[in-house]
Each structure stands twice: as C-alpha cells, then as structure tokens.
Nanobody
Framework: QVQLVESGGGLVQPGGSLRLSCVAS????????MGWYRQAPGKQRELVAI???????NYGDFVKGRFTISRDNAKNTVYLQMDSLKPEDTAVYYC????????WGQGTQVTVSS
C-alpha cells in the first residue's frame, strides 16, 4: 500500500520559515512527479509546487519566489522550503504523487500567526 507521510508543519510567525518533508513508500519514486498542494478553510485545494521526474518545477502564482521544492530520490523524499511566510499561507499542506496513479498524503497543518 502506497503511503505519503508528511512532516514539518506547525505554527510560525509571519516572515518565518518552515520546511515540509514527505516520505513516499513508492516503487520507482524517481519516475513520479511529486508535489505539494494546500487547502485553507472554505477554499479549494490549490497547487503550491510540483517537481517532475526530470527535475523541472512549477509553482503556484502566489509563491512568488518564496518557496522551493526539491526531491531526494535516494530517500524517496520531497521537500518544500517555505520562507517569508504570510498569514494567508495558513492551510493544510498535502503531499502528492503522480505516476500511473495519483496518491495523496494525510496533510500537515501550517499556521502563520503572530
């Protein structure tokens, strides 16, 4: 059974940083696109960032250079470094994997508040 396990969420002050991690129990991890989505209360789930098997990346428009997605294929792990966090970044962040099928993690809460 495929599992995506996120960690690294929490409470941070505006302007602060967090690093999310997602470990995936996927065969052929390197062949999967890996990403992060988020969902705030009352809003639709939206793409934060995605990194493809070749290493190219896409980001949501709201990121504006503040977040960086990366992957370590040897560790079956994808990371999201989030800097200059804003209160509007508060949401549940979900890890996502796409190969022949799509998989989702359970989510990790990120709260940006003073």
């Amino acid at each position: 059974q495929v599992q995506l396990v996120e960690s690294g969420g929490g409470l941070v002050q505006p302007g602060g940083s967090l690093r999310l991690s997602c470990v995936a129990s996927l065969n052929f991890f390197s062949r999967h696109a890996m990403g992060w989505y988020r969902q705030a209360p009352g809003k639709q789930r939206e793409l934060v960032a995605i990194i493809f098997s070749g290493g190219s990346t896409n980001y949501g428009d709201f990121v504006k250079g503040r977040f960086t997605i990366s992957r370590d294929n040897a560790k079956n792990t994808v990371y999201l470094q989030m800097d200059s966090l804003k209160p509007e970044d508060t949401a549940v962040y979900y890890c996502y994997a796409r190969g022949l099928k799509e998989y989702w993690g359970q989510g990790t809460q990120v709260t940006v508040s003073s």
